[in-house]
């Protein structure tokens, strides 16, 4: 069975969740097989960072990057759709040898291509929403082109033999936007690759409490990108109330431009508590998870919540937001603490919580990293895509285009 993946972002270009589920399924999917045989994918990405223009994974999955036009931030959509030719022209080469059974397309970046291979191929056309416009925009189309993305996503929808989402969330969000039905959705879930994390040694593990905490400061830690849904405003907001509490708490803030929000912590004059640390590498990240006593994820939009799995899965504490599928992966006093979306005294209540009760939080920290561990691994995950594509292309072949 051959297939092909249409997905903007591809390692080393990773921007955010997208990126890092398509680099987590592809590798895996090596080690799949199908009902139909062997698999071979071909995987269509930009090369907007760089890497092999062509990258041969083994086990028949090739990568192919593909050179796009400057990216225009000003003009995000047609910059999109525009690249999105250059997408369909390298397809139309690769099938030239053989045709695809199936053509799997994340989010709307790739949509349109998408689209336009499923009908002059007549394959079937599965996409995976990862987010949606709306959903970003707290159920708002913002903007012309806001409303473009969302109007394309419907699209995608609408024309997708299946769609796959990542949490249950995220089937309700397709059906109230979209009239998307449930049937046509299937939940697989993000996951997480143990062997790409960093253990921190030891010494590595004091050397960041030397620079961070040397007089025994509590931590805590924020990572993500620097986004109005990521809540990072609310999680600034909550620092009175927690240093009114536990003065010597200092938050640990990772992401790039993260210094945006440096006004806000003057204002509240919590700036002396809080380190901006802009971009930091995965190791360092993974370093910190086993440094701090709790990652807090605040976020006002989630569709899953991958760096909160990732944060679980090295030992770390946890407080998220009761929001999608965050409120899916952390069970509140079990494996996590759960908090009120946009409200800085729940958050400031779950750190209070997290610190007066150090065992039930050293209890939750191992339950939390044993679930991560087990259910949420890309080899399962891949076991399912598979087996939606042999599913998809078994009723393939019992229609009429």
């Not at 033999?161 to 969330?169: A, F, H, K, T």
């Not at 709790?294 to 504490?317: H, K, Q, R, T």
């Not at 998809?392 to 019992?398: I, K």
Request: charged letters at 20%; glycine letters at 6%; one cysteine or more.
């Amino acid at each position: 069975m051959r297939i092909l993946v249409l997905s903007w972002e591809y390692p080393p270009y990773v921007v955010g969740g997208m990126g890092k589920h398509v680099a987590g399924l592809i590798p895996a999917l090596c080690q799949t097989q199908s009902k139909f045989g062997p698999l071979e994918v071909d995987v269509l990405t930009t090369r907007y960072a760089g890497g092999p223009e062509v990258e041969r994974l083994g086990n028949g999955v090739t990568v192919y990057r593909l050179e796009m036009p400057p990216f225009d931030p000003m003009d995000l959509y047609n910059t999109v759709v525009s690249a999105n030719e250059i997408f369909v022209t390298k397809a139309h080469e690769l099938t030239k040898s053989r045709p695809y059974e199936v053509v799997h397309v994340h989010d709307w970046l790739a949509g349109v291509a998408g689209v336009r291979i499923k009908y002059d191929y007549r394959i079937p056309l599965i996409v995976t929403i990862h987010a949606t416009e709306r959903g970003r925009h707290q159920g708002h189309v913002t903007s012309a082109t806001s409303s473009r993305i969302d109007r394309l996503e419907s699209q995608l929808c609408h024309e997708a033999w299946r769609v796959i989402v990542c949490s249950r969330y995220m089937v309700d969000e397709l059906a109230g936007f979209f009239g998307t039905p449930a049937d046509k959705i299937s939940i697989i879930h993000n996951g997480i690759d143990l062997q790409t994390t960093y253990p921190c040694t030891p010494d590595q593990r004091a050397a960041l409490r030397r620079q961070y905490a040397p007089n025994g400061e509590r931590l805590l830690f924020f990572v993500g990108r620097i986004v109005h849904e990521k809540g990072l405003h609310v999680l600034i907001r909550a620092m009175p109330a927690i240093l009114a509490d536990f003065p010597n708490t200092r938050l640990l803030v990772a992401g790039k431009n993260s210094r945006h929000l440096w006004p806000l912590a003057v204002e509240l004059r919590v700036a002396h508590a809080i380190h901006f640390l802009d971009f930091i590498s995965d190791e360092r990240r993974d370093c910190l998870y086993q440094v701090v006593d709790a990652a807090i994820f605040p976020s006002l939009y989630e569709p899953f919540g991958i760096v909160a799995l990732e944060a679980m899965s090295l030992g770390c504490n946890v407080i998220v937001s009761d929001v999608g599928g965050l409120r899916e992966v952390v069970r509140h006093e079990e494996t996590g603490l759960t908090v009120y979306p946009g409200d800085p005294e729940s958050i400031a209540w779950a750190v209070r919580r997290l610190f007066l009760d150090p065992d039930a939080a050293a209890l939750r920290r191992l339950r939390a990293q044993a679930q991560a561990q087990q259910l949420y691994n890309w080899n399962k995950i891949a076991q399912q895509t598979v087996a939606l594509y042999d599913t998809v292309v078994s009723e393939r072949l019992q229609t009429v285009w």
